[in-house]
């Protein structure tokens, strides 16, 4: 089944920020119903098509794919402070630092203070990518499973019936 213009349009318009309801206002259907329209649009395997069709479409625009990814997340776990360290153990100018360090850095504080006699130091925090959900995301990537939950479904004596736990209450003698 072909879709209709505003079909069309909520798909595109989903793909800004994947919010259905903001989506089929923008779209052109009413506000009112906008959150039931687009439960209802979503639900329907035509649009399904159409939007995933488009976010192929974007992703192979940009050039984001599984590789893309893989490959940022191994650069995040190469990451070494020794690249934007000096011999003296200080920060070099951050146009001297490699391409990754600039671009994946959650935060950079500088704070200068003045000190009694006029000595100036300098207090520099560095704010790290978070590198265990990184290597947790590689690990998902490659399916590693090294961080993966298990839970045992199996009994005791080994069926996939767990055995009532039997508590036994004793009585309580009242206290003098």
Known sequence: MALTGKQEMF?????????????????????????????????????????SELKTQRNDLVGI???????????????????????????????????VWRTTLSGLDVLAMAAEGNSAATLKKIKWPDKVKNLELLGKHIEVNAFKETVD????????????????????????
């Open 153 to 176: 479904h199996k009994s005791s004596d080994g069926t996939m019936t767990p055995k009532p736990t039997v508590i036994q209450l004793l009585p309580v003698e009242p206290k003098a």
């Open 65 to 99: 794919n599984a590789t893309y990814v893989l490959n940022r997340l191994v650069e995040i776990d190469q990451m070494d402070v020794l690249d934007i360290l000096n011999s003296a153990g200080e920060l070099k100018p951050v146009s001297e630092w490699p391409k």
């Open 11 to 51: 798909c595109r318009e989903y793909l800004i920020d994947l919010n259905a309801t903001q989506a089929a206002i923008r779209a052109g259907y009413s506000a009112k119903t906008a959150n039931r329209t687009a439960s209802e649009n979503l639900s329907k395997p035509d649009i399904q098509l159409r939007i």
